[in-house]
């Protein structure tokens, strides 16, 4: 949020205009529209340095405004009511930094300006309304966007403004977080503007306390709010902040559900990056991305990501600026450039540089497989029946009879040099997958990712039933498994003539597979159908090497679990060693020819 004042900005006129490509915005566009379409057409002309989501974002605003002509599209851009509110916002003073003092030859220096990329967020949020009764389109905004952009301060603006100027009678507004500390990220901010604006507050008829803020006469108020929040309240807006820190939707979804009896409510995420791609935020941001890409449709779902593109180098310094819209304003270029340089020359700070500077999500933080090159290898049109008669391995990992159960199926390339394809099959337990903290297991059970049995353990039966379905269907060339949890299922297998090959988790035998399956993920020539499931557990990987540069697959927190990957890398170390055991004989016989001759 610069304190320029917006006259003396490039690019930027009062007066006549229309939005590039859209509707007129009317007799007079209002400042911050104006400085919201200019932004979308930077970012669309390619002046502006920005990531696939932030285009199609703005190419979604562009493209509705077209659709306004129809008669059966039922939402309006109102110019006048964005203006509204990022007038307001521009009442509030900053509350951090260099702009929090009062510069007495610059009477406005303290305020907060808003940056175009923010105008076209609160433009969007607040200007598209129901052509039906004017109220608000969106009722869920997503906005993701790396650390030190500014985007606690413009929340907690919005957080004043549904307050006290949103029109809503008894407006109850929450800042939700998983801790206390970061609850206070965004209502210590709110609740010291105030203090520091006592016009603002006065005329509000505001009062500014210990824990809250309130309006008497309204019984309205602005409270934060730590953890699952009671089924009593009835939210006119919540603000989540730092959404990837919350292991469950429980807060989120407590919220939404309070908010049925207002008439345009407002549930507001903002948050970075994080390392937990099962938890609700990654979650949330797929289905954005999916709004986006107009793959999925949610036409009250608002969504932005700010991050690099697949295919960039993450180490090039271009990349800084299209991560980061607040670059050289609330974050130095230099700052990032000196964390980047620091990713570069030290492993250990990569994860924290791409997560929390350039918005790219990382599961563990010291990951040992290169989860870019897992992603762009992921084609969701694999079908394991295309590929029926051909040579495969199954590697097994049946660790725990109450945790994942992992079957994974290793098609093998028909010549050297070719593709490997991979297959996953899941199992857990019903109890364990409907536990509340267990989301991510009970939503791919729905999208058919996850195999569940009945009752409070895994029924190996069941992994028995598919063994002998692939048998069936495949050349099995073996079944690789650990002893450990699975003496009665591989007897029922020998029994059935199954070719079982025991492969204990040693570090013998991992490592060597172990770098011979990142070196496929990396040359990509590793496929997959894209199981949520097996990218969680992939990323969940991490290796550190001995003195001797051996490598074997642990995980940094019991609750990331990495079965999918060890049954992999079982499957593909016993495909290595039959290969050698065949190299072996091809050279022994060809040796003999030699002799012979």
């Not at 939402?75 to 307001?88: G, H, L, N, W």
């Not at 800042?175 to 016009?199: C, H």
């Not at 939707?249 to 345009?264: I, K, L």
């Not at 499931?533 to 490598?551: F, I, L």
């Amino acid at each position: 949020m610069p304190r320029v004042p917006r006259q003396h900005q490039p690019g930027v006129r009062r007066g006549r205009g229309a939005g590039k490509g859209g509707a007129p915005l009317g007799p007079v566009a209002p400042a911050h529209v104006e400085l919201a379409e200019r932004y979308i057409d930077g970012v669309l002309s390619g002046a502006i340095p920005a990531c696939k989501w932030v285009k199609l974002a703005c190419q979604r605003h562009r493209d509705d405004l077209k659709a306004d002509n129809s008669a059966d599209w039922p939402y309006r851009f109102d110019p006048a009511k964005a203006e509204k509110v990022c007038k307001f916002i521009e009442l509030l003073p900053h509350t951090k930094g260099k702009w929090r003092k009062r510069d007495p030859l610059n009477p406005t220096a303290h305020l907060l300006r808003l940056e175009p990329w923010q105008c076209f967020i609160v433009c969007m949020v607040f200007g598209w309304v129901r052509k039906s009764d004017g109220f608000r389109r969106f009722r869920q905004v997503y906005v993701e966007v790396p650390r030190k952009n500014g985007k606690s301060a413009l929340v907690a603006a919005i957080g004043i403004y549904m307050l006290c100027a949103d029109g809503e009678e008894g407006a109850e507004v929450y800042a939700g977080a998983t801790t206390e500390k970061q609850a206070w990220e965004v209502f210590g901010p709110a609740r010291e503007m105030l203090i520091n604006r006592p016009d603002v507050k006065d005329r509000a008829g505001i009062s500014v306390n210990a824990r809250n803020i309130s309006i008497i006469a309204k019984a309205a108020k602005f409270e934060p709010i730590i953890g699952k929040p009671g089924d009593g309240a009835s939210p006119s807006a919540s603000i989540t902040d730092e959404y990837h820190e919350h292991a469950t939707s429980e807060q989120f979804d407590t919220m939404v559900t309070g908010m049925g009896a207002r008439e345009q409510p407002l549930a507001l995420v903002i948050t970075t990056a994080g390392d937990n791609i099962a938890g609700p935020c990654y979650d949330m941001r797929g289905v954005v991305l999916n709004v986006l890409q107009k793959v999925a449709r949610d036409e009250e779902l608002f969504g932005i990501v700010f991050t690099v593109d697949k295919g960039d180098d993450w180490s090039d310094p271009a990349v800084i600026r299209k991560a980061n819209p607040n670059c050289g304003v609330s974050i130095s270029e230099e700052f990032l450039l000196a964390r980047q340089r620091e990713a570069i020359n030290n492993p250990r700070n990569r994860g924290r540089f791409l997560t929390k500077h350039l918005n790219m999500w990382v599961n563990a933080r010291s990951a040992y497989f290169d989860m870019v090159a897992w992603g762009r290898r992921a084609d969701p049109s694999l079908r394991l029946e295309d590929f029926e008669g051909c040579r495969i391995v199954i590697g097994l990992d049946l660790a725990s009879k109450v945790d994942i159960a992992a079957l994974e199926i290793l098609v093998l390339p028909e010549d050297e040099g070719g593709f490997y394809y991979t297959f996953g099959k899941h199992y857990l337990p019903e109890e364990t997958v409907l536990a509340a903290e267990n989301e991510h297991y009970q939503a791919w059970h729905a999208d058919g990712w996850l195999e569940v049995t009945d009752g409070a353990i895994t029924d190996f039966s069941c992994i028995e039933e598919d063994i002998l379905d692939l048998c069936d269907r495949f050349q099995v060339e073996a079944v690789a498994y650990d002893p450990h949890q699975a003496t009665m299922l591989v007897t029922r297998l020998q029994q059935k003539n199954v070719p079982v090959i025991e492969y204990r988790p040693l570090v013998l035998n991992f490592s060597e597979p172990m770098k011979e399956l990142d070196a496929l993920i990396r040359a990509g020539r590793l496929l997959h159908p894209g199981d949520p499931g097996m990218e969680w557990m992939m990323s969940n990987v991490v290796a550190r090497p001995d003195k001797k540069d051996n490598v074997y697959p642990t995980k940094e927190k019991d609750e990331k679990k990495i079965d999918g990957p060890v049954a992999l890398i079982s499957a593909l170390g016993v495909s290595m060693v039959g290969k050698a055991d065949k190299e072996e004989e091809s050279d022994y016989e060809n040796q003999d020819l030699i002799i012979a001759g």
